[in-house]
T-cell receptor, first 112, second 111 residues
């Protein structure tokens, strides 16, 4: 059962434009959400996170939005840069046990 | 800081041979540990997760098994590899912090 879903396997964006990566989840117990960035043959690296008590968190060019009623979150990258090209994973966790689930990932390609 | 040591980084194995990938954790106790696989051109798939010694949950039926003989050790195994087992295997953990931490991954090619 895939509790965290990224329905777009790939996304292509022009340099300087906005990239919007989407993620949906099914488990209402999730209370903390994270985005990770992964380059080929490397482990993912943490990018940005948001707690369920917030609906927006911003860090430089990266902003994560959370819509709890829709069980949906998104990552906005503005402006997009070629170096942002990577696979982005959405993750969700819950409870003191900090169990975590990842989406399948979205491959972002930023074209110069 | 919480870290995972995962080895080997690359592995080429013939069909039918056994497999053992190991990851060890430093910097935290009683972590939740995960084995993920990323097949070529596909997303990250959860294979196994463990909340403690000897406790293994499997997400998908497969040719692989996992074991957790010690709190900070998580092993992925197979008795006989298939071509479809090729992929990038990633060990991950969650501990006292809110973020997951990852090994560097193992690229397995079954020939």
């Amino acid at each position: 059962d895939q509790q965290v879903k990224q329905n777009s396997p790939s996304l292509s964006v022009q340099e300087g434009r906005i990239s919007i990566l989407n993620c949906d989840y099914t488990n209402s117990m999730f209370d903390y959400f994270l985005w990770y960035k992964k380059y080929p043959a490397e482990g993912p690296t943490f990018l940005i996170s948001i707690s369920s008590i917030k609906d927006k968190n911003e860090d430089g060019r990266f902003t994560v939005f959370l819509n709890k009623s829709a069980k949906h979150l998104s990552l906005h990258i503005v402006p997009s840069q070629p170096g942002d090209s990577a696979v982005y994973f959405c993750a969700a966790s819950w409870g003191h046990n900090n169990d975590m689930r990842f989406g399948a990932g979205t491959r972002l390609t930023v074209k110069p | 800081s919480q870290t995972i040591h995962q080895w080997p980084a690359t592995l080429v194995q013939p069909v039918g041979s056994p497999l053992s990938l190991e990851c060890t954790v430093e910097g935290t106790s009683n972590p939740n540990l995960y084995w993920y696989r990323q097949a070529a051109g596909r997303g990250l798939q959860l294979l196994f997760y463990s909340v403690g010694i000897g406790q293994i949950s499997s997400e998908v039926p497969q040719n692989l098994s996992a074991s957790r003989p010690q709190d900070r050790q998580f092993i992925l195994s197979s008795k006989k590899l298939l071509l479809s087992d090729s992929g990038f295997y990633l060990c991950a953990g969650t501990g006292s912090g809110t973020e997951a931490f990852f090994g560097q991954g193992t690229r397995l090619t079954v020939v």
